[in-house]
């Protein structure tokens, strides 16, 4: 039988929406439409509540994915990456590289590079420049609903005519 052992009825996080859960670095890290919630996997108490005051561009959060040296933050207004070193969200400015203020998915692959899922097609970040991906690339389709990396390393899209398959490497 499943017992409950913590529940917080004073939280003024009862009535948020969790988009998307991490557990990553001893942390459990929760993308809501009020910003990121950080808890204690130990003790269960939030430690850290990071908003647009904190840097973020917007409080709704979509996605989240780890990171080498961070986590990297999906909000419906652009990509951040929450840097573990200097305590900080920094902000990535993707410029023309981002089509789609809607990021359907994030994942940062093995070799540290990031990936954008949107409806207008896919995003490569590596070694501090953008990679678009779109039909005209040979994409099933330009919406990218969600990324995941096998244990090969190549990259597979989901879209809504089908799944692409990308070899990666660095």
């Keep these: ?26 942390k459990i890290w929760c993308a809501s439409n009020m910003g990121l919630q950080i808890y204690d996997l130990q ?9 647009t005051k904190d840097g973020l561009s917007s409080n709704y959060i979509e996605k989240l994915s ?3 040296n961070g986590v990297w933050i999906a909000t419906i207004n652009g990509v951040h990456k929450y840097e573990f070193e200097k305590n900080k969200i ?7 590289a981002r089509r789609s203020n809607q990021i359907n998915s ?11 899922g949107t409806q207008k097609g ?12 779109y039909e005209d690339d040979g994409l099933f389709s330009s919406f990218t ?18 799944v692409d398959i990308l070899s990666n490497s660095k």
């Design 1 to 26: 039988a499943s017992t409950i052992i913590a529940h917080d009825e004073d939280s003024k996080f009862n009535n948020i929406d969790i988009e998307d859960v991490l557990i990553y670095k001893k």
């Design 43 to 51: 003790t269960l108490k939030l430690e850290q509540h990071i908003t």
């Design 66 to 68: 780890p990171s080498k």
């Design 90 to 96: 920094i902000e990535l400015d993707m410029g023309n």
């Design 106 to 116: 994030i994942l940062c692959d093995g070799f540290d590079q990031l990936w954008i």
């Design 122 to 133: 896919l995003v490569l970040y590596k070694d501090d420049v953008f990679y678009n991906f």
């Design 145 to 162: 609903s969600k990324v995941f990396e096998d244990r090969k390393n190549r990259m597979w899209l989901f879209g809504y005519r089908g």
